[in-house]
């Protein structure tokens, strides 16, 4: 629909031209013109143009026995009847027609159009034919009427409930028909949704009963709304979720894959109440349908595989024996590679990490940057994972960076990184690695190299040189790196005194005096201070021992898991998001969309002179046009908006982690520093209780100078799926404001 | 749930477009290319749905579209893709082939489909077979009015009452696909066969079938003693129509069966196969400016049995020229557009063994790149965007071919009962077996 088009409708009188061929059709004398003007209508509204204005006389022809004629006025009245609400009266005695016509085609047709045309006026009329379809002796009008009632539940609700539809589509959950269960079911479920005030959908015993009958019957949609309604329901005693279980588990052998993660959904939640060895059991059972799921569409497989994600961070043996089918397919999109990567390494153990090295070594030689760089990072998560992995994993490593390949070269120095801290023994690799000093340009590569030379300076001959070298160009260097250098020099002065002090004195100058980044001129004050005091506290602080790393495997925190697994199959357990955060709030909030949808719809109508001229007529200026048509601005509401974003304090999905952790005066970028520089994000989020309590008490405020290293995985190495982790780091500085925060950090500790 | 329904074009046009809840502005899918595009420019992995500024963007594509879906609330993603796939299924069904033109040439149908499809955003009717009884091109010349037929919303959703055969037959066809990666030194990475119970079914009225396989499951929990070979099923997947309790409960795999062609079951098996058709490989490379290939194919199964239409693929550098080949069987050819050279033997028989050695030129500028020519271990050498499908991967060497009268696992049908209460008729049922190649890959070994 380009406005120019539009435009040019509203200046130029439609007496020619196309729109005049069509009106002159649809008057026509005879029938056969008539139908193929309102095609010809339809075509052109299909390519986009409006033909809007056409509306009085698409509708004359809404009488009609011809069933396709019938069904493309409806259409037609469907696209445009919110720019001419006045004409859709003239369809309503039509529709209340219609409503009871002997085929109950018609009357399905007649009850599912009203529905559709969101108009006041309509809504009035609907409240008859409503109810009469809701019985109907068909069951397609019957089915066709449940999903009616939401509709109307949406545009009155008031309406919806006085006349007491909620009950009647609540009787209808007893309904002989399984899909006119499944409708009232769906229905029901989403006007509980939006307003759970309604208690519209409560499931008792007795709609249990009869939702678990309806199961067997259903088409394969209406069984995922059932199950998906069975999954939110709260069992009263083992006894029932039991039943349930039972009556579910037949589902995983249904062919539709989103049947089966319905049912493992419903499986999963309602286990939890029964004994271990039927919870295993159940468990064993779900592993054949997850597996064959990987056989389906690749879209639905990267939902399979999001979704089996969770499922491995709760119950990481389900899958273990399951490692080959992981296997990546050369012709897999991309998307199915990563995410089969993710999982290949959380399933890994002991008795299979042969066999997964050896294809992780195969994928690192593949030519896809992001796949060889995650193939490479999945060889260090095996080998920090599985002790007895490490050294194969090392040796696999050294094999990579002999290629040169200069993407895989620092994604192996980064790597290593992380592989020496947890075992420190490797550190005769160092020398290789120093070999590709040069060849290095990304900041995460460059910070790590330095990193493992100011943490190996005593080991390292020449290590004064190369810091030197990384000093000359302090300035020019992204602002993790200068932290490394920063650290490295420290820790190389504390180690070797005897000939550093000019680069020592060289780097902090350059760091204060210089530097206008405050996270950098505070580590060198510190450092500084430290420095001109006793050099045996200084090194006592800098140089302890620190705590090795468990894993650099990202997990998400359990609050936010169990809170996924709860959401199997929708988008929020594809993004591994809670839903609050892209279910938008404020601007682009539900209510602040539909409005967006609906002012689109008037601005549509606005732009049509003969729907803004009847609208003029009808009300009077009242409700005026011409405002909408200036009121284009779909950010009107910015009042409302503002209330929401503010008042509500959630944090907004866009909100750089600086600003929902509401540190003043830092920017966004550093803000990982400031918070690594109390020493609290010493290791990867998913840090165990014990290590992490040890975390806070032994290094304390000055814990990060010890392994600046954790400021930098923050930014790079473990970067999670960013907003809902991010919501965990930044905001543990400052009170958090949400709850959703709140739970995250709890979850983190 | 979906808002709203598109189908656009490549360049993210809309072609058409159903607005189901009027709850999303229309416009948003102008922001979809673009998003797209960004997204593609950030990582190679664009996963098929994501979010931007509350609403929810989920799609799939099909030949020269992109079916897409918008919502804005956390609604099930896998039963909306599905749901676009299923569009794509039922289409294809309708108008042979789902693509630009042909949306553009039926948007009257599609309208009606997608009417009865999906309402309020909620999936309906997908069954192609239902949809086709009453949703008709040509209703307008029938002096009756079409209606919803009984199956719509019945209990047995997927087959009509009144259907009328003179002979009654039923034909069940048992199709094993292979699934298979091979390491360059010859170790089974992975094995797998994918197995499928298709259906031609003749039979009057509401028949009830009975169907019985060598499952061990099934003779395990009834407890009867095995004659012969018992096949263990990893998971089974049934069509709606099969009782799933019933399955559940004993193992009969018991339904009224929808009319026509359909698959009723599919079945998988992890049980380590040896490759049917063993394939080795050796690549030569001479100083970057010739490169060989030698081949040996051996046959792994039982002398009687034959596979036909053999076809062995091997990925070749695309800049590759003047080929030369030699085999003692079969026909080679070299396929410029796929960068491969194709071996093809029509019958191949059990226990065979045959060669093949080709020979290709290569541009003698690339004679610097230390890696064989850069065929196989490079990195970004001439093996990397190369074909659709396996741009920038490394491709791995495909054997293809079917061998009939012949199943991997074993599998057996026992019976297959067929009664109609009500008309009673003899019926017969015939069943072919047939193995074919599914997923075979063999990675190509570096040159030496």
């Known amino acids: 629909m380009s406005a120019i088009n539009r435009i040019r409708g509203a200046f130029a009188p439609p007496r020619k031209g196309e729109t005049f061929e069509l009106r002159a059709g649809l008057v026509s004398q005879y029938a056969y013109e008539r139908k193929e003007a309102i095609q010809k209508t339809i075509m052109a509204m299909t390519l986009g143009k409006d033909v809007s204005a056409l509306f009085p006389d698409v509708l004359k022809n809404i009488a009609t026995s011809d069933l396709d004629q019938k069904k493309l006025v409806y259409l037609y009245l469907m696209n445009y009847a919110k720019s001419h609400p006045d004409l859709c009266i003239l369809a309503v005695n039509t529709f209340v027609q219609d409503s009871e016509d002997p085929n109950p085609l018609i009357r399905a047709l007649a009850i599912r159009t009203m529905g559709c045309i969101r108009v006041d006026k309509m809504i009035d009329y609907m409240e008859e034919p409503l109810r009469k379809t809701l019985r109907d002796e068909s069951p397609y009008v019957r089915k066709t009427a449940a999903i009616c009632v939401a509709k109307l539940f949406d545009l009155n609700p008031t309406m919806c409930i006085e006349n007491g539809f909620l009950e009647t589509l609540q009787d209808m959950i007893g309904d002989p028909n399984p899909m006119v269960v499944a409708n009232s079911v769906q229905a029901l479920s989403e006007i509980h949704e939006t307003a759970p005030e309604t208690r519209a959908l409560v499931l008792t015993p007795a709609t249990l009963k009869k939702l678990l009958m309806a199961l067997n019957e259903c088409t394969e949609w209406g069984r995922v709304t059932i199950l998906t309604t069975l999954a939110e329901y709260t069992a009263h005693d083992v006894k029932e979720s039991e039943h349930i279980c039972e009556r579910v588990a037949p589902q995983f052998q249904h062919v539709n894959p989103s049947v089966v993660l319905a049912a493992v959904k419903v499986v999963f939640t309602h286990m939890k109440a029964l004994n271990p060895k039927t919870v295993g059991a159940y468990l064993k059972k779900m592993a054949p349908p997850l597996v064959t799921l990987i056989a389906s569409a690749p879209e639905v497989q990267y939902v399979a595989l999001r979704n089996i994600d969770l499922l491995l961070q709760a119950n990481p043996d389900i899958l273990s024996k399951e490692l080959r089918v992981f296997f990546c397919k050369y012709n897999d999109p991309p998307y199915v590679k990563l995410q089969k990567l993710e999982i290949m390494v959380r399933i890994a153990n002991d008795k299979n990490f042969d066999q997964l090295l050896s294809e992780l070594k195969e994928y690192a030689l593949e030519v896809d940057m992001d796949f060889v760089r995650r193939a490479v990072k999945a060889i260090g998560q095996v080998a920090i994972k599985i002790e007895a992995a490490s050294e194969k994993c090392v040796n696999a490593l050294l094999d990579l960076i002999s290629t040169k390949v200069n993407y895989v070269v620092q994604e192996v120095i980064v790597v290593i990184k992380d592989i020496l801290r947890k075992y420190p023994g490797y550190e005769g690799v160092i020398p290789t690695l120093c070999k590709y000093i040069d060849e290095l340009d990304e900041p995460n590569a460059r910070g790590a190299l330095i990193w493992i030379v100011g943490e190996y300076a005593e080991k390292i001959n020449n290590a004064d040189e190369i810091l030197e070298g990384f000093v000359e160009g302090f300035l020019e260097e992204f602002t993790q790196t200068q932290l490394q250098i920063l650290t490295a020099v420290v820790k190389l002065f504390l180690k070797k005194p005897s000939n550093t002090q000019g680069l020592v004195q060289k780097v902090l100058q350059q760091a204060t005096a210089d530097n206008d980044n405050p ?114 601005d779909f950010d009107g509401g910015a009042p409302a908006s503002a209330e929401h974003g503010g008042g509500v304090g959630t944090p907004d999905r866009f909100g750089s982690p600086a600003n929902v952790g509401g540190l003043p005066g830092t920017p966004p970028q550093p803000s990982g520093g400031m918070a690594d520089i109390m020493g609290l994000f010493d290791a990867p989020p998913p840090m165990p209780s014990a290590s992490a309590a040890t975390s806070p008490a032994a290094a304390g405020g000055m814990g990060d100078m010890m392994s600046s290293f954790a400021g930098m995985d923050l930014s790079g190495t473990s970067a999670p799926p960013p907003p809902g982790q991010q919501l965990g780091h930044p905001t543990s500085q400052t009170p958090p404001k949400s709850g959703g925060g709140s739970e995250d950090l709890l979850g983190l500790f | 749930m979906a ?446």
């Open chain 2, 3 to 448: 808002s709203a329904i598109f189908f656009l074009d490549l360049k993210g046009k809309t072609l058409l477009a159903r607005n189901y809840r009027g709850d999303i502005p229309m416009s948003a899918v102008e922001k979809f290319p673009i998003l797209l595009s960004e997204a593609e420019e950030e990582s190679s992995a664009v996963p098929p749905c994501f979010s931007h500024e509350g609403i929810n963007y989920l799609y799939i594509r099909h030949n020269n579209l992109y079916l897409l879906a918008l919502t804005k609330r956390n609604t099930n993603a896998a039963e909306i893709l599905l749901f676009l796939h299923k569009i794509v299924e039922v289409f294809t069904e309708y108008f042979k082939a789902l693509e630009e033109e042909s949306i553009r040439d039926n948007f009257v149908i599609i309208y009606e489909l997608l009417d009865e499809m999906m309402d309020f955003g909620y999936p309906q009717t997908t069954e192609s077979k239902i949809l086709q009884e009453y949703i008709t091109q040509e209703s307008h010349k029938l002096e009756i009015q079409a209606r919803p037929p009984i199956a719509v919303t019945n209990a047995v959703s997927w087959r009509s009452e009144g259907i009328r055969y003179r002979k009654n037959e039923v034909f069940l066809d048992v199709i094993e696909s292979l699934n298979l990666l091979v390491s360059a030194n010859g170790n089974v990475l992975r094995s797998e066969i994918l197995g499928a119970i298709k259906m031609k079914c003749y039979l009057s009225g509401m028949p009830e079938l009975r169907l019985g396989l060598n499952d061990k499951v099934m003779f395990e929990t009834t407890g009867r003693t095995t004659r012969g070979k018992a096949i263990e099923m990893e998971d089974v997947k049934f069509h709606q129509c099969v009782r799933l309790s019933r399955f559940e409960n004993d193992r009969t795999i018991s339904f009224i069966p929808p009319d026509g062609e359909f698959e009723l079951m599919s079945y998988r098996l992890n049980t380590q196969v040896k490759p049917l058709i063993w394939v080795e490989c050796v690549v030569e490379s001479h100083s970057g400016s010739r490169i060989e290939y030698m081949l040996k194919a051996r046959a792994q199964f039982k002398r009687r049995s034959t596979a036909n239409n053999v076809e062995i693929i091997v990925p070749v550098p695309d800049d590759a020229d003047t080929p030369r080949f030699r085999t003692n069987v079969g026909s080679v050819h070299y396929a410029p557009e796929k960068s491969a050279i194709v071996w093809k033997i029509k019958q191949f028989g059990g226990g065979k063994e045959f060669l093949m050695r080709a020979e290709l030129g290569l541009p003698s500028v690339r004679g610097d790149d230390e890696h064989g020519g850069g065929m196989t271990g490079g990195f970004g050498g001439s093996m990397g965007g190369v074909g659709a499908p396996g741009k920038g991967a490394k491709r791995p060497i495909q054997v293809k071919f079917e061998i009939p009268y012949f199943t991997t696992s074993g599998i057996q049908v026992r019976y297959l009962k067929i009664t109609e209460p009500k008309l009673q008729y003899p019926s017969l049922p015939w069943v072919r077996y047939i193995t074919q190649s599914g997923d075979i890959a063999v990675r190509l070994p570096d040159a030496v």
């Open chain 1, 519 to 632: 996270d950098i001129r505070d580590r060198a004050y510190i450092y500084w201070r430290l420095l001109s005091g006793d050099l045996d506290v200084a090194k006592s602080i800098i140089l302890s021992q620190k705590p090795a790393i468990t894993t650099t495997v990202t997990s998400l925190p359990p609050v936010l898991l169990e809170q996924l697994l709860s959401e199997l199959s929708t988008l929020a357990s594809v993004y591994h998001k809670p839903p609050e955060s892209f279910v938008g709030k404020g601007r682009f909030g539900a209510d602040e969309i539909q409005r967006a949808a609906i002012q689109e719809q008037r601005q549509n109508a606005a732009e049509n002179p003969i729907a803004a001229s009847v609208a003029a007529a009808a009300k009077g200026g009242q409700q005026n046009n011409v405002e909408n048509l200036l009121d284009i």
